[in-house]
């Protein structure tokens, strides 16, 4: 069997640390005004957006939660979700998270069981992948760009539909968040002949904590391998 080398969108990361905190301030109501004065394109970032009173906040909050003791009313839930479905979404986001000095938390999947995408002791906004997923295979170059909060089954089906002799090294379950998977070095049933996930990877996108959109050559070399 051959296999698809395989580059990625991958989205926020390294941003927590880079966050100072303070208390006490009306930070949710200041950090939804700044979004929205921030989204200036066509499709309004207010579309994905979910405060505590949206009806859809505990569904979406929800949605992965696997390990049903971070279900619960004593388990400490973000201030805002946001489901970017647009580069800017994240952009926007980024820059009003740190103007207004909450955490961000980003989640890509389905097999967090230690909540640490969702979960925060401070102030926080949730990052929820779910309408960043596609699959864009290039079967003749073998290669493949997938978004971060793509599933790998979704993955493992788009390769196939190109070419049934093509394959990449993913998860044992389908529903892992492919971001979180190359991200944590998650190897599968293809590993001893290829090595991980992460390990084919050959490109990547990621926004920084200044916005800046960065790839393999723009972020160098050693950053590229921590992701
Ligand atoms: C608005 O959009 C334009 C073009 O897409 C971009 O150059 C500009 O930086 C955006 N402004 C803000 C405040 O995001
Ligand atoms: C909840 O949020 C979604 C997405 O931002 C929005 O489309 C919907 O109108 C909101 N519903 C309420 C009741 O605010
Ligand atoms: C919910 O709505 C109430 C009244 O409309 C408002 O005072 C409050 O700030 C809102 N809370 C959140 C989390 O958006
Ligand atoms: C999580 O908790 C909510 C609120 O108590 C409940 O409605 C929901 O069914 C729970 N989810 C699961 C998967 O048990
Ligand atoms: C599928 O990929 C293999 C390996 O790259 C190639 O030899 C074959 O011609 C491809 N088949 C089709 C139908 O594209």
Request: charged letters at 20%.
């Amino acid at each position: 069997m051959k296999f698809l080398q395989f580059s990625m969108l991958l989205l926020p990361i390294l941003l927590d640390a880079l966050l100072s905190f303070s208390m006490g301030a009306s930070y949710h109501e200041d950090f939804l005004q700044c979004l929205s004065l921030r989204s200036n394109d066509s499709t309004s970032i207010s579309n994905v957006v979910y405060t505590r009173n949206n009806s859809s906040y505990s569904s979406v909050l929800e949605s992965t939660i696997r390990n049903l003791r971070f279900n619960s009313t004593d388990t400490p839930k973000p201030l805002v979700i946001v489901t970017p479905s647009r580069t800017s979404h994240f952009q926007a986001t980024i820059y009003c998270a740190r103007k207004h000095r909450l955490q961000i938390r980003t989640r890509s999947g389905g097999h967090d069981y230690e909540g640490l995408s969702y979960v925060a002791k401070v102030p926080f906004v949730l990052v929820d992948l779910v309408n960043f997923r596609s699959v864009d295979v290039d079967a003749e170059n073998r290669v493949a760009w997938v978004q971060a909060g793509e599933i790998v089954g979704e993955v493992y089906y788009r390769i196939a539909k190109k070419n049934r002799t093509l394959a990449f090294p993913g998860g044992v379950y389908y529903t892992i968040g492919l971001g979180s998977f190359i991200s944590s070095r998650g190897f599968g049933l293809l590993f001893r002949k290829y090595d991980t996930g992460g390990d084919n990877v050959i490109d990547a996108q990621l926004i920084d904590v200044n916005r800046r959109i960065l790839d393999r050559k723009s972020m160098g070399e050693d950053l590229f391998w921590v992701i």
